[in-house]
């Protein structure tokens, strides 16, 4: 019997770029306003989206404050978003 696949989670950093992205948004900051208010270079906020860049516990921790967030909510999948 062929077992079932499980559907492939997205990874931290890919979660992080999706709800960073979303977030930034809905809050109306371009790439340059978030990363102004965050403290971090517009180049940076575009790592970020593009997951490309690796995001430190501080770096998170600015985006979340940014953002008016909690910081779990950059790591929640889509579905928990809403």
Same mark, same amino acid.
């Given at each position: ?10 990874? *931290? ?8 992205? @979303?977030? =930034?948004?809905? $809050?109306?900051? &371009?790439?340059? #306003? /978030?990363?102004?208010? *965050? ?8 790592? @970020?989206? =593009?997951?490309? $860049?690796?995001? &430190?516990?501080? #770096? /998170?921790?600015?985006? *979340? ?13 889509? $579905?928990?978003?809403?």
């Amino acid at each position: 019997m062929k077992e079932r696949q499980k559907p492939k989670l997205p990874t *931290a950093r890919q979660l992080i770029a999706l709800n960073t992205k @979303v977030l =930034r948004e809905q $809050a109306g900051y &371009s790439q340059e #306003g /978030l990363a102004a208010v *965050a403290g971090f270079h517009r180049t940076y906020i575009s790592q @970020v989206e =593009r997951s490309v $860049a690796n995001v &430190s516990a501080d #770096g /998170l921790d600015k985006l *979340a404050c940014a953002l008016e967030v909690p910081v779990q909510r950059l790591l929640q999948l889509a $579905a928990e978003t809403k």
